[in-house]
T-cell receptor, first 114, second 110 residues
């Protein structure tokens, strides 16, 4: 089995600050994803990557940047944190390069912006 | 742009009863359909998936898919308190990424 690690677990930022979230997987999966989850609701896709140095935008990419410099890691940057923003950011990976494969999720990074 | 909606938003079921969750999608070209479960404070985990029309059963869980009506569902037989969670449906079209639904919160009362 494998594991997905997300750091940090909790992230507190100031309005306008640039914040970076990191994700590592040891499944040797091709595809990695970043999702945002608000208040225990559905998942909204921010970015995904089907291989090293590839980036694909999701529906929620505005206000975010992403980077996949190694197969095992995928980072997400909030370019300018919005005041009173609160959400959980979930990283996931899957073995295949299309959507028809099971995704494995990390425990999440909980963001609070003061 | 694919839209995936779930109903109801939340429900309470007595222990031992059947739980039925619904998911509708907007694109008839969708090819892969899955349900995920997320316990409070935990990561989502895949429950079941289906590619073609019909029914698939795994233990207490059954998926029904009807592509023509753009609808699939999850049924949980003999619901247990441990089934209390957020349930997420997800749909994919060919080479596109999974699109997740809005979620249904299930509470099973002992």
């Amino acid at each position: 089995g494998g594991i997905i690690t997300q750091t940090p677990k909790f992230l507190i930022g100031q309005e306008g600050q640039k914040l970076t979230l990191k994700c590592q997987q040891n499944f040797n999966h091709d595809t990695m994803y970043w999702y945002r989850q608000d208040s225990g609701k559905g998942l909204r896709l921010i970015y995904y990557s089907i291989t090293e140095n590839d980036l694909q935008k999701g529906d929620l990419s505005e206000g975010y940047d992403a980077s996949r410099e190694k197969k095992s890691s995928f980072s997400l940057t909030v370019t300018s944190a919005q005041k009173n923003e609160m959400a959980v950011f979930l990283c996931a990976s899957s073995i295949g390069r299309t959507g028809g494969y099971e995704q494995y999720f990390g425990p999440g990074t909980r963001l609070t912006v003061l | 742009q694919q839209k995936v909606q779930q109903s109801p938003e939340s429900l309470i079921v007595p222990e031992g009863a059947m739980t039925s969750l619904n998911c509708t999608f907007s694109d008839s070209a969708s090819q892969y359909f899955a349900w995920y479960r997320q316990h409070s404070g935990k990561a989502p985990k895949a429950l079941m998936s289906i590619f073609s029309n019909g029914e698939k059963e795994e233990g207490r869980f059954t998926i029904h898919l009807n592509k023509a009506s753009l609808h699939f569902s999850l049924h949980i037989r003999d619901s247990q308190p441990s089934d209390s969670a957020l349930y997420l449906c997800a749909v994919s079209m060919g080479g596109r990424a999974l699109i997740f639904g809005t979620g249904t919160t299930v509470s099973v009362s002992p």
